[in-house]
T-cell receptor, first 113, second 115 residues
Framework: QKEVEQNSGPLSVPEGAIASLNCTYSDRGSQSFFWYRQYSGKSPELIMFIYSNGDKEDGRFTAQLNKASQYVSLLIRDSQPSDSATYLCAVSRRNSGYSTLTFGKGTMLLVSP | KAGVTQTPRYLIKTRGQQVTLSCSPISGHRSVSWYQQTPGQGLQFLFEYFSETQRNKGNFPGRFSGRQFSNSRSEMNVSTLELGDSALYLC??????????????FGQGTRLTVV
């Protein structure tokens, strides 16, 4: 069973702090890694993707990937109350020409003013 | 450019009935995947269609089925509804779906309640 594990939270941080969200995965063949944000009652929204080991920055967001440790994280700098949402980690692996996203159950982030 | 469109947004059905949900992907996207989301289980993969063919299937009973049309629109059908089928059903479209570097974009979902 290929699994993606996330701490369910909630992770509470004050406004302006750095929020660190973590994800581990079991399938060593995973090739692509995604972070989705889901507000309550809404659908997931893609915010970051990363394919190579190291860091990838996009505005206040930084995704970090360590394939040897099977670990991917998302850092949110200068957290805002509007960042309060559930963050879903997803991984995919190509099999026979197609790939399927496997999602973690998500970490709830609460940013207090 | 228009996003992924799912209809209807909300449905209430009775146990034993069947239901059909619809998903129109982003223009040019050929892959449509369906997911079930519940508070306890999170997002679970149902199946993926590409060029009218089911390419991959999750671990759901045969009561869950789908199809894709030549215009890439997809429908999902659930027969003999059970209370446990109450969930948010999400579809996601991607350009090709078969490439590991292809991102998936979600529709707003259909909230199904079985009573």
């Amino acid at each position: 069973q290929k699994e993606v594990e996330q701490n369910s939270g909630p992770l509470s941080v004050p406004e302006g702090a750095i929020a660190s969200l973590n994800c581990t995965y079991s399938d060593r063949g995973s090739q692509s890694f995604f972070w989705y944000r889901q507000y309550s009652g809404k659908s997931p929204e893609l915010i970051m993707f990363i394919y190579s080991n190291g860091d990838k920055e996009d505005g206040r967001f930084t995704a970090q990937l360590n394939k040897a440790s099977q670990y991917v994280s998302l850092l949110i700098r200068d957290s805002q109350p509007s960042d309060s949402a559930t963050y879903l980690c997803a991984v995919s692996r190509r099999n026979s020409g197609y790939s399927t996203l496997t999602f973690g159950k998500g970490t709830m982030l609460l940013v207090s003013p | 450019k228009a996003g992924v469109t799912q209809t209807p947004r909300y449905l209430i059905k009775t146990r034993g009935q069947q239901v059909t949900l619809s998903c129109s992907p982003i223009s040019g996207h050929r892959s449509v995947s369906w997911y079930q989301q519940t508070p306890g289980q999170g997002l679970q993969f149902l199946f993926e269609y590409f060029s009218e063919t089911q390419r991959n299937k999750g671990n759901f009973p045969g009561r869950f089925s789908g199809r894709q049309f030549s215009n890439s629109r997809s429908e999902m059908n659930v027969s003999t509804l059970e209370l446990g089928d109450s969930a948010l059903y999400l579809c996601a479209s991607s350009l090709a779906g078969g490439l590991s570097n292809t991102e998936a974009f979600f529709g707003q979902g259909t909230r199904l309640t079985v009573v």
